[in-house]
């Protein structure tokens, strides 16, 4: 079973608070959620190895540390997941960026992929999959679904904020991947939003409400 990461560093609590407020408004809302996105990935890479590097400082030769080169993918789920990419980038600039859309057929109620660009090495990534709300869970799990189809091995999921239904169903389908969050709220209301949330995240980041 995958672990669930809840990061509740002070700093990110605060910050989510204003994302959360109704009363904040579009730029404001943007510049935090890259802001958590980054703090997020503080701890999504902890496990990135490392490996020696002879160096020279203003004062001595040294050994000391770099990154062992290894391949990070990021991929936003659209459109609300483009938030947190920015944020992202800014620690781990090399990262190469898929996206993938989903959307819920009306009829079959099954998930159908609408768009797909991914890293044509994906199976050599390790991928961070990255949605601010990880609410029933469907779009993760067909995102993530469709990516192992494509070859992804090594996958982690970023959000925001989860509702509990939505954790249990990712690990249900992918016991094999980790769940980084902000918070985990209280539950899903009968329209599918996540209690108390921050209301529709794409309509927050882009204005479209
Ligand atoms: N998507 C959102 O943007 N908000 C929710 O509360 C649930 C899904």
Known sequence: MGIVKVLDHPLIQH??????????GSKEFRELVEE?????????????????????????KATTKALSGKKIGVIPILRAGLGMVGGILKLIP???????????????LQPVEYYCKTPTDIAERDLIVVDPMLATGGSANASIKFLKERGAQN??????I?????????QKAHPDVDIYVAAVDEKLNEHGYIVPGLGDAGDRLFGTK
């Open 155 to 160: 996958i982690k999921l970023m959000c925001l």
């Open 15 to 24: 910050k989510l608070t204003f994302i959360r407020d109704k009363n904040t």
């Open 94 to 108: 090399a990262a190469k960026v898929g996206h993938i859309g989903v959307y819920r057929d009306p009829e079959t």
């Open 36 to 60: 958590v996105a980054l703090l997020l990935t503080y701890e999504i890479t902890r496990d990135l190895p490392l490996e020696d590097v002879e160096i020279e400082t203003p004062v001595c």
């Open 162 to 170: 989860a509702a509990p239904e939505g954790i249990e169903a990712v």
